[in-house]
């Protein structure tokens, strides 16, 4: 795919800190991590999001993630990982080729991912998961 970062670094054209390949994903270290050793990792071929993902993928894609959350807290001590992963501009995506992030997190560390819990009647929830309940069974 012309003109994305991430196929340029997959194909070597941009360098990276490679941490894991093989056949099918990449993975990378974030050039401006959350914390120390975020990971990034890319599937070889382009898809721009989740939506687009071969899903047929998507064990490998949890073991690596896994496997790299677990290397996070081997070597660096952390205690948990989070698994970061944003379709749309909306939501946060600046890079249009699919891509997890996989980032180390300690007790009392800065906080990465926040969002402030509003309360919510049962009823209105009912209502909002009819709605979904019906676009998802379309
Ligand atoms: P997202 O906001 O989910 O699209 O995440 C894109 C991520 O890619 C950001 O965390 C960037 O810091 C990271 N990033 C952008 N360019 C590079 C690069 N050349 N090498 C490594 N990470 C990059
Ligand atoms: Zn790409």
Not at 7 to 18: A, D, L, R, V
Not at 77 to 94: D, F, S
């Amino acid at each position: 795919m012309e003109n994305c970062i991430f196929c340029k670094i997959i194909s070597g054209e941009i360098p990276s800190t490679t941490i894991y390949e093989d056949n099918d994903f990449k993975v990378i270290l974030d050039v401006s991590p959350a914390t120390e050793g975020h990971a990034l990792i890319l599937p070889k071929k382009h898809y721009k999001d989740l939506d687009e993902l071969d899903k047929s993928c998507g064990e490998k894609l949890l073991t690596i993630a896994s496997n790299v959350g677990k290397a996070l807290m081997d070597t660096f001590g952390y205690e948990g990982y989070n698994i970061v992963q944003n379709n749309g501009l909306a939501a946060g995506q600046t890079v249009f080729h699919f891509h997890m992030h996989v980032i180390g997190r300690k007790t009392g560390g800065e906080s990465i991912l926040t969002w402030t819990p509003h309360n919510q009647e049962q009823e209105k929830r009912e209502e909002l998961g009819a709605k979904l309940k019906e676009t998802l069974t379309k």
